[in-house]
């Protein structure tokens, strides 16, 4: 399930053969920070709720608890208001409801995460029940080891789901998009599956404004979309027991 195929092995230079995790990861999330963060997370949601900016409002918690910047930015990515929780919730589809429904996936956002999950990285189930990372690609994505194995599981995610349309946007100004793009062609058209990939501008505009189930955890498209779904949620519960994965759960707050 997992194998790379020399046949979609298109060549992007870059130093980082893996989507892993950051050499202090290990001692930043742990089972014993997992309480903190899940406090600090739930904090910076309460004052998200009563109307304090994001920028503040991390500030104060992250000073508080005494966080360093990675731990911080988990927290910025788990903590969402009351609001935004209940607005969200409220527009997602559940799993059988996106049996052969047009499905459009925000491709980095899904792509990185599942390659995240793979390559050992720290994941956290999020306030509104998204599952989120802490890779970034800096205006240039690097295709990894985990790169065709995370398609692979994608692909077998929405056949499970019984998914059959499904349009993956990447971003146009992220270098090697186009080589992303070949890639993903690459295998929908060996495997026969009705997959269009697009370059888009600006994905979250077009995210945003489409009619069909949106896959993505990006607050800002959840926040915006009429109706989406937790793919990468879906899917790493799907092989959390069989990776064992570094995954936190910082939506409610640890004893």
């Known amino acids: 399930m997992h194998s790379v195929r020399d046949g979609y092995d298109i060549t992007m230079p870059d130093k980082r053969s893996h989507r892993g995790p950051h050499p202090e990861d290990a001692k930043l999330f742990t089972a014993d920070t997992q309480a903190v963060l ?29 966080l360093t910047k990675r731990q911080r930015m988990a927290v910025m990515r788990c903590g969402c208001s009351d609001r935004q929780s209940e607005h969200r919730t409220a527009r997602q589809v559940p799993p059988e409801g996106v049996a052969d429904r047009p499905v459009v996936l925000d491709g980095y956002n899904v792509l990185i995460t599942v ?5 050992g990285g720290v994941l956290f189930i999020a306030r509104d029940g998204c599952v989120r990372d802490l890779a970034s690609i800096h205006g240039t ?3 990894v080891a985990e790169t065709l194995p ?16 499904v349009t993956w946007f990447l971003d146009k100004p992220v270098s090697n998009s186009g080589r992303l793009k070949q890639l993903i062609g690459q295998y929908a058209a060996e495997k026969g599956l009705k997959w269009t990939v697009e370059l888009v501008q600006n994905p ?15 607050s800002v498209v959840l926040d915006n979309c009429n109706q989406w779904f ?26």
Do not use: P
Request: hydrophobic share 40%; proline share 0%; charged share 30%.
């Open 150 to 165: 995370a398609i692979e599981i994608i692909a077998e995610a929405l056949n499970k789901l019984q998914v059959r349309d």
């Open 115 to 119: 390659e995240a999950a793979l390559g």
């Open 141 to 143: 994505y690097r295709k």
């Open 38 to 66: 899940s406090h600090a997370t739930a904090d910076m949601s309460w004052l998200l709720s009563r109307g304090y900016a994001d920028k503040s409002s991390l500030k104060l918690i992250g000073d508080r608890y005494n």
């Open 204 to 218: 979250d505009k077009d995210l945003i404004e489409s009619d069909s189930i949106i896959a993505s955890s990006d």
């Open 230 to 255: 937790n793919l990468a949620g879906f899917i790493v519960d799907t092989i959390r027991t069989e990776l064992n994965l570094h995954l936190l759960d910082l939506s409610e707050t640890q004893n």
